[in-house]
């Protein structure tokens, strides 16, 4: 099967996936979400919550409230998630970044996402996989995320792909022209299916069995 095959087959077999979209419940605001991508590095959500709930108690998620904190102030509030040296600064960082964009989002949005992420890939802390995160589920650019849940599919259904995080993109997403919704969909699916399927006995009873991804 082709890529886009695949992400309809995934789609019709596992239907909807709720997702880190803002308004929705696991959600409030873009620059949740933007915290959080920073926050889940290296541990899981369970770890995030309470950094987040503190982050949400002091500043309400406002960058001008993020941006009066210091690296000494943050570090309490986001202890739960560790790696905390690494990650307050990053989070002020990105603070500071919406700053000078004067916390316009709809105005980030206009931007090209080569721009953008070349913006975010500055900022010490914020690496391919969660630029590419910030981009797709809050500045509106559709892309492919090369986490460990797609390299197990993907070597699964037989693909060689190669090593690093951009070739492994590029690659699909020459084969790959679907829009935002549908990237958003794509990378929740990929992640739920790899929650459910952990390990070989678990794929060769799965519904992608047998399949074979042709890159």
Same mark, same amino acid.
């Given at each position: 099967?082709?890529?886009? /095959?695949?992400?309809?087959? %995934?789609?019709?077999? %596992?239907?909807?996936?709720?997702?880190?979209?803002?308004?929705?419940?696991?959600? /409030?605001?873009?620059?949740?979400?933007?915290?959080?991508?920073?926050?889940?590095?290296?541990?899981?959500?369970?770890?995030?919550?309470?950094?987040?709930?503190?982050?949400? $108690?002091?500043?309400?998620?406002?960058?001008?409230?993020?941006?009066?904190?210091?690296?000494?102030?943050?570090?309490?509030?986001?202890?739960?998630?560790?790696?905390?040296?690494?990650?307050?600064?990053?989070?002020?960082?990105?603070?500071?970044?919406?700053?000078?964009?004067?916390?316009?989002?709809?105005?980030?949005? &206009? $931007?090209?996402?080569?721009?953008?992420?070349?913006? *975010?890939?500055?900022?010490?802390?914020?690496?391919?996989?969660?630029?590419?995160?910030?981009?797709?589920?809050?500045?509106?650019?559709?892309?492919?995320?090369?986490?460990?849940?797609?390299?197990?599919?993907?070597?699964?259904?037989?693909?060689? %792909?190669?090593?690093?995080?951009?070739?492994?993109?590029? &690659?699909?997403?020459?084969?790959?022209?679907?829009? *935002?919704?549908?990237?958003?969909?794509?990378?929740?699916?990929?992640? /739920?299916?790899?929650? &459910?399927?952990?390990?070989?006995?678990?794929?060769?009873?799965?519904?992608?069995?047998?399949?074979?991804?042709?890159?």
């Amino acid at each position: 099967m082709t890529i886009e /095959e695949l992400y309809h087959r %995934m789609a019709a077999e %596992m239907g909807p996936q709720p997702w880190l979209k803002p308004g929705t419940p696991w959600a /409030e605001t873009p620059v949740e979400i933007m915290l959080g991508a920073i926050l889940v590095q290296n541990t899981n959500w369970r770890n995030v919550e309470p950094s987040l709930i503190n982050l949400k $108690r002091v500043t309400g998620f406002d960058p001008v409230k993020l941006r009066a904190l210091t690296p000494t102030t943050i570090t309490p509030l986001i202890r739960s998630s560790g790696f905390y040296n690494r990650k307050g600064p990053a989070i002020l960082a990105l603070a500071t970044w919406l700053g000078q964009a004067n916390d316009d989002l709809a105005a980030l949005k &206009q $931007r090209s996402g080569s721009s953008l992420r070349a913006d *975010l890939m500055a900022i010490t802390g914020i690496g391919n996989e969660t630029a590419d995160y910030i981009l797709m589920y809050t500045l509106d650019h559709g892309t492919f995320m090369v986490d460990t849940y797609a390299r197990r599919l993907f070597a699964w259904l037989g693909a060689t %792909m190669p090593k690093t995080y951009p070739a492994f993109q590029k &690659q699909v997403l020459r084969q790959f022209p679907l829009g *935002l919704a549908d990237c958003q969909e794509f990378h929740a699916l990929i992640d /739920e299916f790899g929650k &459910q399927v952990k390990d070989d006995a678990d794929f060769a009873q799965s519904f992608l069995a047998g399949q074979r991804l042709v890159v």
